[in-house]
């Protein structure tokens, strides 16, 4: 760190990979007096603005410490599936046999948040491909491209990782028509 050694002026440079934040500058000699409690309490405030660092310092704190993180792909998926669930228009994620083992998974409380998700993990780099079916009547391009921003941020953000590619197959459209037909069938004796 280096400082300015004007008096009066209390400067702070940061070297690289260090928090970088602001001093109060002294304006006592520009000024009558002391600064009063009022004005020292107000600068003291806004003394320190933290800047947000970049991903790479946030991901080893600034510090270039020893040792090692391993993200498994479980967590990626994880990630990604909870991303994609918070879309409009997702209705459910994975193909046919997946959903039936999701119902199977509810019937007794469980989810598996990372159904229909599937990664490839990297040191540094994460693609994740994602089996969804969308409900009607919601824009397929729109929902697919809500997707993969949604996925691409919560994987840079809360992972770290790059994302390279996020690849969506859409595997039904579901109508909410059908659910309440079916239901009306089964309901309606088939014998007199």
Known sequence: MTADSDPG????INEPNELQHTETVNSFAESSGPPS?????????????PVKP???DRRTGGREGKGQTTIADAVVA???????????GV???GGGAARAMGA????????DLSQGISVEVGKTQAAVDVSLVVEYP?????VAGDVRNAIYHAVEDIVGLEVTEVNIDITDVHVPSDDEG?????????VL
Request: glycine residues 6%; hydrophobic residues 45%.
């Open 104 to 111: 199977l998974r509810g019937a007794v409380g469980q989810t």
């Open 91 to 93: 209705y459910a994620l």
């Open 54 to 56: 970049p991903a790479a």
């Open 78 to 88: 994880k990630v990604a599936g909870i991303a994609t669930r918070d879309i409009p």
């Open 37 to 49: 409690a009022d004005s020292a309490d107000s600068a003291a405030s806004s003394a320190v603005s």
């Open 182 to 190: 079916a239901e009306v069938e089964h309901k309606e004796p088939r």
């Open 138 to 142: 919601h824009p397929l391009q729109d």
């Open 9 to 12: 002026v209390s400067v702070l």
